[in-house]
């Protein structure tokens, strides 16, 4: 693209203000326009012909794909770049990382970022070459894990998905900001926008910390955190597994002290954890002990910020139930007065702190599944229980309904014109991958073309046709 001289634009500037036409109403809308972008962009020289992801964001690139696994996250603490296996087709020259960990890439991108403020936005593409579901923590590198590297590394300069400007934002409006998006394994990025359960139950204490605990239907125990916030949503901030077992019920007081209890799973055995839940919403968890048999245990702290608990389940042979008296001291709780009990079992799935009301539940949110957990609050009713939106969700030509829902950015190989056309007439931010002939052009084009060969005049010519905004 033809670069103005500096007195140009000044003028221009000062016509503009003499006209009353402000440079933001000048700019284009986001989503009509089109940006020069890379395909496995870290692969540089080694595959195609990009150079290094500095060179290629210096010469108007606003599209960085880097393809992701996490093999070795427990041990490395991060995630790894390459191709078909962590460094396969990584290009280290150039002034690239010499490492392939994730977090030295988006450095390397959010260096180059913070020196041109003025830079049309930037999208940096986590392709998931790996299935993160089964990373059962955030220590083991899950999507909380993704969410706060990306946040690490670039700070106020993200423009996470939750706040996107709503109606048409134009690039000017958005110019210094980088984009995150997250492609690849199917499962994941579902899993992103939603999660499944079955018998969610949930505790809220007086500082407004919140606890959830689930089964899988099939046999494994997971937990949420979270904190109910001024706006009344809760902001989902933990998750992860921590037994086997079905029907869990959790009890948390205001000193972040937990007792969870459940029913196992091929048993009518009754179970309890105790836990820690520390300030960055991650529960320290002790050992499972059996305190009773029984069915559909429920349990609560009978003061706030105390150590005395009520545990009442019903009976595995009718429906009578039972309770138990709890003394929670240090890590195990010492059970005492078991006793018939007249009075209900405690309601697992709503928990009341003061004004505030917390209440999980399982239904379909349009296309989702029926097992698709949800949570009302006193303030707001039907939220997901789910991952920070903090990464874009792309939508891939074949996925299902549920990617396809609110997605802003869409992806298809480059010979898919038909659906990349469809996409861009929808409003659509539409990324063709492989772009690597000027015969795959469409009318409109891509939003992001993403070729190997960014620099050959073909592109270069395109591009430049289609108003490319750098």
């Known amino acids: 693209m033809t670069r103005l001289p500096a007195l140009a634009v000044s003028v221009l500037t000062a016509s503009a203000l003499l006209t009353g036409e402000t440079a933001e109403a000048a700019s284009p809308p986001f989503t009509a326009s089109v940006f020069r972008a890379t395909h496995n962009s870290y692969s540089g020289n080694v595959d195609g012909a990009k150079d ?26 991060d995630y790894a770049v390459g191709h078909d296996s962590p460094g396969n ?27 041109h403020p ?10 998931l070459k790996d299935n993160l579901t089964d990373n059962t923590s955030y220590a083991a ?28 934002p134009v690039v000017d409006a958005l110019r210094g900001r980088v984009l995150p998006l997250l492609s690849g394994d199917a499962g994941t990025r579902t899993e992103y926008k939603r999660d499944v359960g079955y018998h969610p139950a949930v505790a809220l204490n007086g500082r407004g910390q919140v606890v959830e605990v689930h089964d899988s239907g099939a046999g494994a125990l997971w937990y949420w955190t979270g904190t109910y916030g001024p706006d009344g949503r809760v902001t989902w901030l933990r998750h992860g597994k921590y037994d086997s077992g079905q029907t869990p019920a959790v009890a948390l007081n205001d000193n972040g002290d937990l007792v969870e209890v459940h029913q196992s799973q091929s048993a009518t055995t009754l179970w309890y954890h105790v836990g820690k839940l520390g300030a960055d919403g991650e529960i320290t968890w002790q050992a499972s002990h059996q305190y009773d048999n029984g069915v559909l245990p429920t349990v609560a702290f009978t003061s ?19 309770t ?16 018939k009990t007249s009075d209900a079992r405690f309601p697992s799935a709503t928990a009341t702190s003061g004004s505030r009301r917390v209440t999980v539940w399982t239904g379909a949110d349009g296309p989702t599944s029926a ?41 298809a190989p480059a010979t898919e014109s038909a659906f990349i056309t469809a996409a861009r007439n929808s409003g ?43």
């Open 52 to 77: 290094s992801i500095a060179y290629q964001l210096d010469h108007g690139v606003r599209f960085i794909e880097l393809d992701v696994h996490d093999n070795g996250y427990g041990t490395a603490h």
């Open 89 to 115: 087709l990584v290009d280290h020259s150039g002034g690239n990382p010499a490492s392939n960990n994730l977090r030295d890439w988006l450095a390397v991108v959010n260096t180059w970022s913070a020196a």
């Open 118 to 127: 003025a830079a049309a936005p930037i999208v940096v593409m986590l392709d």
């Open 141 to 168: 590198g899950n999507l909380t894990a993704v969410n706060e590297e990306l946040e690490s590394v670039f700070g106020s300069r993200l423009l996470q998905a939750k706040d996107y400007p709503a109606g048409q």
């Open 304 to 322: 706030p910020g105390g150590t005395q608990l009520r545990e009442i389940h019903r009976s595995q042979s009718g429906s009578q139930n039972w």
């Open 324 to 339: 138990w008296n709890g003394a929670l001291s240090g890590t195990t709780v010492s059970w005492t007065g078991n006793t």
């Open 371 to 411: 097992q698709t957990l949800r949570v009302d609050t006193d303030s707001v009713a039907g939220d997901r229980i789910r991952y920070r939106q903090v990464a874009f969700d792309e939508f891939q030509q074949g996925d299902s309904a549920e990617l396809q829902q609110g997605a802003l950015f869409y992806g």
């Open 428 to 470: 659509k931010l539409v990324r063709g991958w492989d772009f690597d002939s000027a015969g795959q052009a469409t009318t409109p084009l891509a939003n992001y073309p993403a070729t190997n060969h960014p620099y050959d005049a073909w592109y270069q010519n395109l591009l430049t046709q289609n108003g490319a905004v750098q």
